[in-house]
């Protein structure tokens, strides 16, 4: 199983405090996922301090015509997922700034959405 890890740019570690040894530890999730075969690949990114530190490892698409490798700027399908990622975080943005209230008729928050567009 390849993998790819990007630390950024040489001293960027030490200057944050950080380890190659605790990062790749970081990354162990991911592997054994990856070993049971609960999923095919992954590709992460965490921001830190400013600094960018990224892992690929495994494929991105697992077919047996053609497997692609799981890289740094993979972009996977994720479906559904949209709709819980994106749609949550806005409520709850709208919650915390007083403009939607819970127990506020569903109906209402539709028309405004539609009034907006």
């Known amino acids: 199983m390849a993998e790819q890890t990007d630390y950024g740019p040489a001293g960027q570690l030490e200057r944050l405090g950080l380890s190659p ?3 790749d530890a970081m990354w162990e999730p991911l592997r054994q996922a990856m070993s ?10 965490v921001l830190y301090k400013g600094a960018r530190i990224r892992y690929a490892g495994g494929l991105a698409l697992d ?3 053609a497997p692609i490798p799981a890289a740094f700027d993979t972009r996977y399908d994720c479906a559904s997922l949209t709709k819980v990622t994106v749609t949550l975080p806005l409520l709850l943005l ?15 928050l539709s028309s405004r959405v539609r009034s907006a567009g």
């Open 21 to 23: 040894a605790a990062l």
């Open 63 to 65: 077919t047996p015509d």
């Open 36 to 45: 049971a075969k609960l999923i095919p690949g992954a590709s992460a990114a």
């Open 94 to 108: 709208l919650l915390d700034q007083s403009r939607l209230q819970l127990d506020e008729p569903g109906r209402l």
